[in-house]
């Protein structure tokens, strides 16, 4: 399973624009790579997830270079309810043998608006 | 339309009992996903369910827990004999189908607390 970093915290004013990355240097052929965010108390959310170059939603975008060993996470204009914590994970896609079925959540990135 | 739904949303037990754990995933969706949250800690996955098979159970701690799902919809997740160590939010996630880039739609979890 491709392992991923990510900044363990993050402060930002409301209204700026966020971005968090994350490593994966060893990312698989088939891997995809999602976001999902976190309020204390609930479950995770999906936000938007990316195979390469440029995916963009309502919520989010989601940079990944050529090599796909890292990807970034930019928020536009935070607010104050963007408080949460921000997973990227990384997984196998379908018929990737033994173990294809496990998502590895980290510790995550936790992120703090300021008024 | 209805998310995912777990019941009870806290369960406390004294050591040495057993608990049942409920997830409803959302109507139609194939996939099931047990995965446990400690405080401060990443998710860990426990068990992927497809329809009422489970193909991978590689994330149960020990025998002392146990799944099942019927129906191909509701889910129940057993732990015997329950530990302090088990304490820890309990989510549940469905998806879809399968495919590991189909996105995962969380429950807010079972707050377990073994005195």
């Known amino acids: 399973l491709a392992k991923t970093t990510q900044p363990i915290s993050m402060d930002s004013y409301e209204g700026q624009e966020v971005n968090i990355t994350c490593s994966h240097n060893?990312?698989?052929?088939?891997?995809?790579i999602t976001w999902y965010q976190q309020f204390p108390s609930q479950g995770p959310r999906f936000i938007i997830q990316?195979?390469?170059t440029k995916v963009t939603n309502e919520v989010a975008s989601l940079f990944i270079p050529a090599d796909r060993k890292s990807s970034t996470l930019s928020l536009p204009r935070v607010s104050l309810s963007d408080t949460a914590v921000y997973y990227c994970l990384v997984g196998p896609g379908v018929g990737s043998g033994a173990g294809s079925y496990q998502l590895t959540f980290g510790k995550g990135t936790k992120l703090s608006v300021i008024p | 339309g209805a998310g995912v739904s777990q019941s009870p949303s806290n369960k406390v037990t004294e050591k040495g009992k057993d608990v049942e754990l409920r997830c409803d995933p959302i109507s139609g969706h194939t996939a099931l996903y047990w995965y446990r949250q400690s405080l401060g800690q990443g998710l860990e996955f426990l068990i992927y369910?497809?329809?009422?098979?489970?193909?991978?159970k590689s994330g149960l701690p020990s025998d002392r827990f146990s799944a099942e799902r019927t129906g191909g919809s509701v889910s129940t997740l057993t732990i015997q004999r329950t530990q302090q160590e088990d304490s820890a939010v309990y989510l549940c996630?469905?998806?879809?189908?399968?495919?590991?880039?189909?996105?995962?739609?969380f429950g807010d979890g079972t707050r377990l607390s073994i005195l």
């Open positions: 369910f497809q329809g009422n098979s489970a193909p991978d």
């Open positions: 990316g195979y390469k």
């Open positions: 060893n990312i698989a052929t088939n891997d995809y």
């Open positions: 996630a469905s998806s879809r189908t399968g495919a590991k880039n189909q996105p995962q739609h």
